[in-house]
């Protein structure tokens, strides 16, 4: 979600960036954890001990939902918008779960402290070598989370499917039951998405895509190297095109300025599903005319890409069959 945050920031400058199940009942200690000693290797690399299992855990919004879909209840969350719109979290059950923040980079150590964490749980992200709520320009107070209680998580990398069987191994040594009919089935569901997915995109050879995000002073092309859902959608045979010249400091995007907005001309956009709807492609060509220079803006030809959320089977099968719509009535000529 760093890039998320990133964005919102260009932005203001330039004005003045489920498939989950319940969890244990109050959001209090999990039940189904066992007595330990208890070890994780998270995606760091970093192995964190300790001497009995944690039960009281506080997680950034996606890692909960990753942890509740398995049917571990943390007891504190911060998230970086508001949880009733966090695409993780809006459609979950949170009674009993303290909220210990609602915007990127600002957490409410003090309530965090009242609730006695034994572990901390956000992602892993290796561009900026940090945990979710932890990275560069997050308040200092806010960092001081981590004093709490160890800190771990899966790793952003190269697949969304890796990262879900990360959160997976993660709730399974905190004593969930990971083999109920409930999982198996979102298994299922993500696995017959995926063999959709890829029959849609093996009939239409040929149809290019960019992974895109539009503000008010530039527009952003995705680099799929540190977007782990389009790695997958690449590995699964659809042409995602790779910009060729990422930003050096923050290599999330390729930063173009609206005069060069058609660069790149795919045949299908994928809007950035954070903060953009279907009628943002009209609401943008109102603002800047140039991007509908974008043969497939223009055309309508876009989706929400859902950009660095993503954590569940469940929730990557929904998304998935929205892109796969999308692939079939896309057409392969738009960009010529």
Request: glycine residues 10%; charged residues 25%; negative net charge.
């Amino acid at each position: 979600m760093r890039a998320w945050r990133q964005i919102l920031a260009v932005a203001v400058l330039s004005a003045a960036l489920a498939g989950c199940g319940s969890g244990t009942d109050g959001g209090g200690d999990n039940a189904a954890a066992s007595a330990g000693p208890w070890t994780f290797t998270g995606g760091s690399g970093e192995v964190v001990k300790a001497d009995k299992t944690p039960t009281r855990i506080i997680a950034h919004a996606g890692e909960a939902a990753a942890l509740m879909s398995f049917g571990i209840k943390p007891v504190g969350i911060y998230a970086d918008e508001s949880v009733k719109t966090d695409p993780n979290l809006k459609n979950l059950d949170l009674s009993g779960i303290e909220i210990l923040g609602e915007e990127w980079g600002k957490i409410d150590v003090e309530k965090a402290a009242a609730l006695r964490p034994d572990l901390i749980v956000g992602d892993w992200w290796p561009a900026e070598k940090a945990h979710s709520g932890m990275e560069e320009g997050v308040d200092e107070k806010s960092k001081k989370l981590a004093e709490l209680a160890p800190i771990t998580g899966v790793s952003q990398g190269k697949s969304i499917v890796e990262l879900a069987e990360g959160y997976e191994s993660l709730a399974k040594s905190l004593g969930a039951k990971v083999d109920s009919p409930e999982i198996a089935a979102n298994k299922k569901r993500f696995e017959d998405a995926v063999t959709a997915f890829k029959a849609a995109v093996a009939a239409k050879p040929g149809l290019s895509v960019a992974a895109m995000s539009p503000a008010d002073d530039k527009v952003y092309v995705a680099n799929p190297a540190y977007a782990p859902e389009l790695l997958d959608l690449q590995s699964w045979g659809l042409d995602v095109l790779n910009p060729a010249s990422p930003d050096p400091g923050f290599p999330y995007w390729e930063n173009l300025s609206w005069e060069n907005a058609d660069k790149y001309q795919p045949d299908l956009i994928l809007w950035d599903g954070r903060s953009y709807t279907p009628t943002a492609n009209a609401d943008w060509g109102r603002k800047q005319p140039t991007w509908f220079k974008i043969k497939a803006a223009k055309a309508g030809a876009a989706v929400a890409w859902p950009a660095f959320w993503l954590h569940t089977y469940g929730d990557f099968a929904t998304e998935m069959g929205k892109l796969t719509d999308a692939v079939k009535a896309a057409d392969p000529n738009v960009s010529s």
